[in-house]
């Protein structure tokens, strides 16, 4: 990612295999305000997959989101 993005709280979800990434992904976001932002890191493969697709469904806003051998990462905007 060349422009880093500024993120208000993270989620280490490294180690996490399906559907566990999303469900604390799912948890973490409700913490968080309107337009705040979730950076996640993941290892599991099917992230790729579920991630934009839990954003797309639940209306939250993925910003950018970068592999990096096995390590992705994405930065989330929670919506309303």
């Given amino acids: 990612m060349e422009n880093e993005i500024s993120f208000d709280a993270e989620l280490d979800a490294r180690g996490l295999i399906?559907?566990?990434p999303v469900l604390k992904l799912r948890k973490r976001l409700q913490a968080l305000t309107p337009g705040q932002v979730?950076?996640?890191i993941a290892d599991d493969p099917v992230a790729v997959v579920d991630i934009p697709h839990?954003?797309?469904?639940?209306?939250?806003t993925l910003l950018e989101s970068a592999?990096?051998?096995?390590?992705?990462?994405y930065f989330?905007?929670?919506?309303?």
């Fill in 18 to 20: 399906c559907p566990l």
């Fill in 38 to 40: 979730m950076r996640v």
């Fill in 54 to 60: 839990f954003c797309s469904e639940a209306g939250h």
């Fill in 67 to 73: 592999v990096d051998g096995v390590e992705q990462v």
């Fill in 76 to 80: 989330i905007r929670k919506t309303g």
